[in-house]
C-alpha cells in the first residue's frame, strides 16, 4: 500500500489492490531468495555487534519498500534463527535478540496510524510478554498500512479487565496471540465470548492453537488478512 500511494493511487484503492496482492509467507521458511536470506544474516549480524543504528536503518527501509508482514516473515524471523543457531555464548544470543526485538518495535512503532477521530476495530491481546506482545506490534502495524485501528494491550491483563475494555470500545474483531497452549488460555477465550451485550469475532493467533477456539490464523500474514477480511465485510 506505501508503494502505491507513493506512486499517487488514492489511499482507498491502494489498500483494495494491497489486499488483493498479500502474499502468504510461510513461517517455516520464509526466506524465498538469495537476497533476503543474505539481507536477514545482515540483520542477524548487526544485532549481534549491537549496531542499533543499522538495525533501525535497515529494517525501516525494509518496511518502506516491502511493508510490515514481509519484514517481519522474510527478514527478522530468519534473522531471529540465525542468531539461535550461531556459535556464540547463549547470554550473547539472549542479547542479540533482546536487540533485535527492540529494533524492530521501535520500527513497527513508527509507521504511521489512522488519525485522531478514526475507528479502532481491532483489539490485540497478547498472552506471553516477550514473544507474543513483539508478533502484536507487528500485527498493529500491519493493520495501520491498511488503515486499520487497533488497541494494543499486550499481556498480563486478568481476563476481567479484558471484557472491560472490550465492553468500552466494543471491537469488532479481537485477537489474542500466542506462540504456545497453555490450558488457562481457554478462560481467556470464554471470557472474550461473553462480553455483556457486545459479542467479538475471536481470531486466535500464533500458531499454538487447538481447532475450536476462534478464527485460527497460524502467521502473521494470516492473521493481517483475515481482520482486514472481518473488518471490510464480504
Do not use: N
Not at 153 to 172: E, F, M, N, Y
Request: net charge positive.
Amino acid at each position: 500500500m506505501a508503494r502505491l500511494t507513493t506512486r499517487g493511487v488514492p489511499a482507498a484503492e491502494a489498500a483494495r489492490q494491497a489486499r488483493r496482492q498479500t502474499t502468504p509467507w510461510p513461517a517455516d521458511h520464509p526466506a524465498l531468495d538469495r537476497g533476503t536470506e543474505a539481507a536477514a544474516r545482515r540483520i542477524a549480524r548487526a544485532a549481534r555487534r549491537l549496531d542499533v543504528l543499522t538495525l533501525r536503518e535497515t529494517l525501516t527501509a525494509a518496511v518502506a519498500s516491502q511493508g510490515v508482514v514481509h519484514t517481519w516473515h522474510a527478514l527478522a524471523g530468519p534473522a531471529f534463527v540465525h542468531i539461535s543457531q550461531a556459535g556464540y555464548g547463549e547470554p550473547h544470543k539472549a542479547v542479540a535478540r533482546r536487540v533485535l526485538g527492540r529494533c524492530l518495535s521501535e520500527v513497527f512503532a513508527a509507521v504511521p496510524r489512522p488519525p485522531a477521530g478514526s475507528a479502532a476495530p481491532v483489539m490485540l491481546v497478547a498472552v506471553d510478554t516477550r514473544r507474543d506482545v513483539a508478533a502484536l506490534d507487528a500485527l498493529a502495524a500491519a493493520l495501520a498500512e491498511r488503515g486499520v485501528g487497533s488497541v494494543h494491550l499486550g499481556a498480563d491483563l486478568p481476563p476481567g479487565a479484558l471484557t472491560d475494555v472490550a465492553g468500552q470500545i466494543r471491537p469488532t474483531v479481537v485477537v489474542v496471540w500466542s506462540h504456545s497452549w497453555r490450558e488457562d488460555i481457554s478462560q481467556l477465550i470464554a471470557a472474550l465470548s461473553t462480553v455483556p451485550q457486545w459479542q467479538p469475532v475471536i481470531v486466535t493467533a500464533g500458531g499454538a492453537w487447538p481447532v475450536g477456539h476462534g478464527v485460527l490464523c497460524p502467521t502473521l500474514a494470516d492473521t493481517v488478512a483475515a481482520v482486514a477480511g472481518l473488518i471490510d465485510g464480504p
